[in-house]
């Protein structure tokens, strides 16, 4: 239908406008195009809360395409993200009058919480580092909290060596920050530029700040690879990706007695529900926090 090929393709580029990853525009407007094939409606205009309470329900019985069994409540979750998305979009450009979603409200699923690794994990991780480079990738994920995204964009210019401050320019969302760095962090990413990343021998990608071996940008499964070898080293059994660091890290400032809107700000969330859903923060703190 014509209806559905016209707004995903534009719904995909106001997602990318926004600042989310690939992915997550890829994954976000499948969801939608589901949704629209699954109501067959011949404008958006016509859609009702009814049609997505019907679209919820069926999504509980539809079989899992990649294999057996059903949805897990986290990906149907990932539906639902995604119609809110989408409709308060519509209704932003004027799309539609009335936002069927506004009215509705959906069970969140109980995810999983990550298991945080400790700091004393997070010590044997950088004491079993065998390059520059990988004490530098450790820090990036970790001391430094940034996401998959983040590091894959970082470039040589969005870090301050002396004035000790790492530059995300395009997060999620499209928010810019700020990132304080210690003098070991500053010092060991410096080393890093200055030593193991000069000494490459094609340098490909004159401005990505990490390197692989073929002189280009690094991947975020080529992080992904060098944390589960750091971990092996480590003898670390437990499951980590770099995400897991990045949850770490606010875990443990949290620990700290940082202030949660601190945390925040370094996370680079717009509210404080999300940063407590990437920590284990006490919901009475949250609460008294929201309220205030």
Known sequence: ???????????????????????????LTECVKEFLEYAGRSTVESITAVHINQFYEWLQIRPNRKREGGLSESYIHHH???????????????????????????????SGQREPLTQIEIKQLLESCISLKETAILHLFYSCGLRRSEGEGLNIRDIHFKKQILYVRDGKGARRRAIPMTAK???????YYLHERAAESKVKDIEAFILNKKGQRMSGNSYNKILK???????????????????SIATHLLESGLELEKVRDFLGHSHLETTQIYTKVNERQLNKLLSG
């Open 185 to 191: 962090v500053s010092h060991d990413l410096e080393s």
């Open 229 to 247: 070898a750091i971990l092996q080293r480590a003898e670390i059994t437990k499951e980590a990706s770099l995400h897991h660091l990045r949850h």
């Open 80 to 110: 639902i993200y995604a119609l809110r998305v989408f409709f308060n979009w519509l209704e932003e450009t004027g799309e539609i009058t009335y936002n069927p979603m506004s009215v509705l409200k959906f069970k969140t699923p109980e």
């Open 1 to 27: 239908m014509k209806i559905i090929q016209s707004y995903t393709s534009q719904f995909r580029q106001y997602l990318t406008q926004l600042g989310y990853g690939t992915s997550s525009c890829y994954m």
